[in-house]
């Protein structure tokens, strides 16, 4: 992937360090059953790669002799590894409060049919991607009929108790921009939402979380295919916010690929940028993580400009 994005190459972007290690991001494999415009893994249904159980035990084995509190599962649909239930069970009995991104669509998949009572059963926390809150841009962004089929996924959350003032059954939002362009302010944004949601579907939920697009794998192609990349990136060059640099999720969360390896974002694992050094290092190998260099490159002005994002939204 670097290859084709050249202007990634050669980083300006200022060097920052990891803190504590707090959160760490599993990507159970790229197999997804929606194949999103923005999508910065390129996940789709003909994808193959998914983790088995020996490296999801190398990664029990990792949270239980580190100072993990979160289990932060992604993909593709992290739903679609046969060994989800298993992990998240696995984390939860071990004190983890475990999250589920989750593209809602698969809750109505065939096969799939048990996933949203054994979420609610276990108080996974869902944060789920709806990239607008009107049809026709969802249904651009995603494929056509994903956004009925996403909120009849709401609907059917909410019954369950998920975004509800009285139930401790988290459900957040993800917004991320039809385009070349950075989010709106997240606090206004989530207000428009949560009216619109609730006067035309009776939805609730508890938080949105609007994300900048990064140029990496399928949004990044998109960007060179219609001669925006360099623009993209300087949107993104010129936005940057300097305070956002402490607190950007590359300082406190590890991103474990399905193979087992390991890397400073999600981000960098798509660009295979390994951690903080020259070569992958797999779960296995990791030993203390406080203080080392973070891998950047120009991407990472995508994290610190304007509000900055993080995969629980702006992070100022």
Not at 36 to 60: F, S, W, Y
Not at 161 to 177: A, C, I, K, R
Not at 191 to 202: C, M, S
Request: charge should be negative; proline fraction near 4%; hydrophobic fraction near 35%.
């Amino acid at each position: 992937m670097l290859d084709s994005l050249p202007y990634l190459k050669n980083s300006d972007f200022p060097a920052i360090s990891r803190n504590k290690l707090e959160i760490l991001q599993v990507n159970l494999g790229y197999l997804c059953n929606l194949s999103c415009t923005h999508c910065h893994v390129n996940a789709g249904p003909k994808r193959t790669e998914l983790m088995d159980k020996a490296t999801i035990e190398q990664i029990l084995t990792f949270i239980d002799s580190h100072t993990v509190h979160t289990l932060d599962l992604t993909g593709g649909a992290p739903e679609m590894n046969p060994y989800f239930r298993y992990l998240v069970t696995e984390g939860l009995n071990r004190g983890l409060k475990v999250i589920d991104r989750c593209n809602l669509v698969i809750l109505l998949e065939s096969g799939f049919e048990w996933l949203a009572d054994f979420l609610a059963e276990n108080r996974v926390e869902i944060v789920a991607s709806l990239p607008c809150y009107l049809k026709d841009n969802v249904d651009k962004q995603r494929g056509k009929g994903t956004f009925d089929a996403s909120i009849t996924a709401l609907q059917k959350l909410n019954a369950l108790g998920y975004g509800l003032d009285n139930s401790d059954l988290q459900l957040n939002l993800v917004f991320n921009p039809q385009g070349a362009s950075l989010p709106p302010e997240q606090q206004a944004l989530e207000h428009d939402y949560k009216k619109h949601l609730l006067e035309h579907f009776g939805i609730v939920f508890n938080h949105l979380y609007a994300l900048t697009n990064l140029p990496v794998q399928r949004f990044g192609s998109v960007l060179l295919s219609t001669g925006q990349f360099d623009n993209y990136m300087n949107l993104l060059k010129n936005n940057f916010h300097s305070p956002n640099l402490d607190k950007v999720m590359c300082k406190n969360t590890l991103s474990v690929d399905w193979q087992g390896f390991v890397y400073d974002c999600d981000f960098n694992q798509m660009l295979k940028l390994p951690l903080g050094a020259n070569k992958k290092i797999h779960i296995s190998q990791v030993t203390e993580l406080m203080g080392k260099n973070i891998n950047t490159l120009q991407h990472c002005y995508g994290c610190t400009a304007g509000q900055g994002s993080s995969c629980t939204g702006v992070i100022n």
